[in-house]
């Protein structure tokens, strides 16, 4: 059960970061460059996949990256040549490099060729379902295409090894959500928020835990649904929003000048 103090921190802390100062240094300052929505979608989808270390090195790499696709990703994908593709050749972050990244060009391709937006690489065609199961049928679409690399399958996560999916989830809280701040870009309308599973990373999982969110060892999927199921119970329509709260917490430190 959440303290009535636990519940103020996080509704005071969720309008705090809900706001165009923290795009500027985020990873979802470059989707926020494109207004056609098949670009925010591309464009978002490699910043969530990028999406680990220091924010500053993500960013630049995610720059350099919509610079080599000429700005206009959508197009580049859709309409480029092989020689198009050299410049992209010794792309690197971390462990993600040129292999990656030429498949998930080609599997791009291949669904923006069937569908108008990347919302329906997500969800199954059953028409009752739980997020598990969407992250689980989309990791199974993703490398449906013959002879994919092995290799990247790291940088897509599932919930059916019991990973958290942080990056996805976060991903999905982008495209799905939308309120009067316009930091997520709700340009998806068929998952709701209600759908949607917290991020969780290091930062979430410490304030979720100080703030008793959550009781689980470690951060898998079971405990971004347990801290999903907890915020629920303060805004059951859309409890990710409190993510901004939990990951702004961490950021800025705020337990550690109260311990």
Known sequence: MLTESAVELLKTKYIQFNNFDFIELDP????????????IEISGLFAAILAWGQRKTIISKLEELM????????????????????????FKHRTFNDTDLFYLIEFLKTHYSKFDSLENAFYP???NFEMKQML???????????????????????PAKNSACKRLNMYLRWMVRSDEKNVDFGIWD????????????????KSARILGLTQRPK??????????DNLKSIDADDPVKFDFALFGLGIEKYFDAIE
């Open 28 to 39: 979802i300052s470059i989707p926020h460059k494109f207004s056609k929505k098949q670009d």
């Open 190 to 205: 068929t998952i709701k928020p209600s759908h949607l599973i917290c991020p969780c990373d290091v930062h979430v999982e």
């Open 67 to 90: 610079h080599k696709m000429g700005n206009s990703p959508f197009d580049f994908i859709m309409n480029h040549s092989y020689n198009d593709l050299k410049p992209l050749a010794g």
């Open 125 to 127: 065609k059953e028409s």
């Open 136 to 158: 689980i049928a989309f990791n199974s679409y993703v490398f449906s295409l013959e002879d994919y690399p092995h290799r990247t399958r790291k940088h897509i996560s599932t």
């Open 219 to 228: 951060a898998d999927w079971s405990m971004a649904v347990e801290i999903t």
